[in-house]
């Protein structure tokens, strides 16, 4: 079983081996809050079961949250080399100094351990490799010899580290090794396994893992009950999997209010808004979900969106805000129209226009006279109303 960085990362952490604090994220709202949580600048990388991901453009520096929500909407629909993204990993951005490559790995054949390391670690590891294959060494340990600090501060120096690096270099050998056996791994890789620090100030400088690979014996899996929580948790949502299939930005919460809107960050605004106002309202409302229309949403787009957010039981009351810019409140209201027509609904709609065409969208909205559709001139007013009628046993007026 070959594990996830951010799960090879926790193991390589339980021996000790230093490596940049990170927190998994699934998509763009846990993004935000992991990103604000681990500060500025961080990485975005990647969670897929394949290496290469920096140059496939799976590893991106931000710094600041709308970088983080953007790489994040980059990276998270991607297929790197077949293998689907199962979401991020944002870890703090290291001041990177120097790259070393280190690996154990299970040499099958002569049953014992290899030992691959070079002061060339890396993205481009292997082409190095190949084009300089005597600045890779290679080095074994026996199953039946005790790998002791003795021998990784030997290892360390004929495998290739700086002096200065030697010492550190020993203790994260032996800490793999260690991580290695304890979890019955085939392969514990580390690249980088960077020299991070200020390069002005010595005493501030380290070697930290900025990414690990670490494979399981399967066979083993019978005496290590804790694996259990390396099973994928990717689950199916059907709203999840109904915008996925319209190529919306929709993510299910577990709250009360619909919430739609334009753009990431207004999604984002629109939700602290819902939940500040159920706090202050003491109901304790909270948003059911987040769906960004994107720029130039049509009408279409929008009934879809609407109809979605409606279908979804947990839904009590719905919550519009656009800022018209690309996208023309006018077509946002013939949407909710639209989608209304068609459902029948009965919960109530807060609408919030601003911005293009929003005088010409609230008088389409006006004019269908439909009791059911509420508007309101500010984000706070709205998100407050529809956090009121989402309410257990509000009407609907
Ligand atoms: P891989 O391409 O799948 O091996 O992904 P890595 O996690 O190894 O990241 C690729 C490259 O991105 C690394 O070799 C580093 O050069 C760079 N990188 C990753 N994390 C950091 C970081 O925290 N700071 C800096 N400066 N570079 C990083
Ligand atoms: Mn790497």
């Known amino acids: 079983m070959d594990l996830y960085e951010y799960q090879a990362r926790q193991l390589l952490e339980e021996q000790g081996i230093d490596t940049p604090h990170g927190i998994f994220a699934q998509n763009s709202h846990e993004v935000a809050e992991a990103a604000d949580k681990i500060g500025y600048p961080c990485v975005i990388k990647a969670q897929v079961r ?156 380290k070697l930290c893992a900025l990414d690990a690979k670490i494979s399981l014996d399967d066979n083993a899996a019978f005496r290590h009950d804790d694996w259990k929580r390396f099973a994928d948790t990717s689950h199916t949502d059907l709203f999840e999997e109904r915008a996925k299939q319209h190529g919306l930005h929709y993510v299910h919460l577990k709250g009360e209010v619909g919430v739609i809107g334009n753009g990431a960050g207004l999604v984002m605004s629109s939700l602290d808004a819902v939940s500040g106002a159920g706090e202050e309202q003491g109901s304790g409302v909270k948003p059911a ?24 039981p947990q839904v009590e009351s719905v919550f519009v805000n656009v800022y018209g810019g690309i996208t023309a409140c006018d077509e946002v209201a013939r949407g909710i129209l639209a989608a209304l027509d068609e459902l029948n609904a009965s919960k109530p709609i807060v609408v919030r226009f601003d911005g293009n065409a929003a005088q010409e969208g609230l008088k389409i909205l006006k004019d269908a006279d439909n009791p059911n559709i509420h508007v309101s001139d500010t984000m706070e007013k709205a998100a407050a109303q529809a956090a009121r009628l989402a309410e257990p046993g509000k009407e609907t007026n």
């Open 50 to 205: 394949t290496g290469h991901r920096g140059q496939a453009g799976g590893v991106k520096l931000a710094k600041d949250q709308d970088e983080a929500i953007l790489s994040s909407e980059q990276i998270l629909p991607m297929t790197i080399r077949g293998h689907k993204v199962s979401g991020v990993l944002v870890a703090e951005a290291k001041n990177v100094l120097h790259e070393y490559y280190v690996s154990i790995s299970l040499d099958r054949s002569s049953r014992d351990f290899d030992v691959l390391a070079t002061a060339n670690g890396g993205t481009e590891v292997e082409e190095i490799a190949k084009e300089h294959p005597e600045s890779v060494k290679r080095l074994h340990i026996s199953a039946l010899e005790d790998f002791d600090i003795e021998a990784a501060r030997k290892m360390a120096e004929s495998i290739g580290f700086y002096h200065a690096d030697v010492d550190q270099a020993a203790d994260v050998l032996l800490k793999m090794w260690k991580c290695f056996k304890d979890n019955d791994a085939t392969l514990v890789e580390i690249n980088p396994l960077a020299k991070i620090g200020d390069p002005d100030d010595e005493s501030t400088k």
């Open 289 to 312: 979900n987040f769906l960004d229309i994107g720029g130039g949403a049509s009408a279409e787009v929008m009934s879809t969106s609407l109809s979605i957010v409606l279908s979804d």
